[in-house]
């Protein structure tokens, strides 16, 4: 099976449940028709096709990235029963980040944290982020598109 039913978003049970009674196990088989939110269709016809779906001006949108360009990335954990004041049940709390940073010619740094210690890692860690962001740059465009 190369694009079953589960990757489509957000697929509410019962229309699951019409797939499966008329026998549709994939998303290239699923009827036109068939009654799906935006990115739902947009997910089909991509699989259907066999191409990408690029909305907007993504040539134009990367065009205007200047360095220094940050990459960021952060794990989180989720406790059933709250470990910290103010959190709730599941709640994700932030324990480690790493951010790569491009310049201009090419150059790469790289910043990192990993909270080891039982105490709550929140605070430390936002701190240590924004000292690893530092203050020069700018932000991205805020033109996203909504797909749904």
């Known amino acids: ?5 589960d990757e489509l978003p957000r697929l509410s049970a019962e229309k ?8 549709v196990r994939e998303v290239r088989d699923i009827p036109p028709e068939f009654p799906m939110s935006f990115t739902q269709h947009l997910i089909r016809r991509a699989v259907v ?10 040539a134009g949108s990367l065009a ?31 324990f480690l980040f790493s951010v790569h940073t491009e310049r201009d010619g090419g150059q790469t740094e790289h910043a990192d944290y ?6 709550d890692p929140r605070r430390i860690l936002a701190d240590r982020l924004v000292q690893a ?6 932000s991205a465009s805020t033109r996203v598109s909504r797909l749904e």
Not at 114 to 119: I, T
Request: glycine fraction near 10%; charged fraction near 30%.
């Open 114 to 119: 990993l909270h080891e210690r039982a105490d």
């Open 16 to 23: 699951r449940a019409q797939l499966d009674a008329s026998g």
């Open 64 to 94: 205007e990235i200047r360095p220094p360009v940050r990459h960021l990335d952060f794990e989180t954990f989720a406790p059933a029963i709250p470990r910290f004041p103010g959190t709730r049940p599941y709640e994700g709390i932030p």
């Open 1 to 5: 099976m190369d694009h079953g039913l």
């Open 133 to 138: 962001l530092g203050s020069k740059g700018r």
């Open 49 to 58: 096709s066999n191409a990408d779906i690029v909305r907007g001006d993504l």
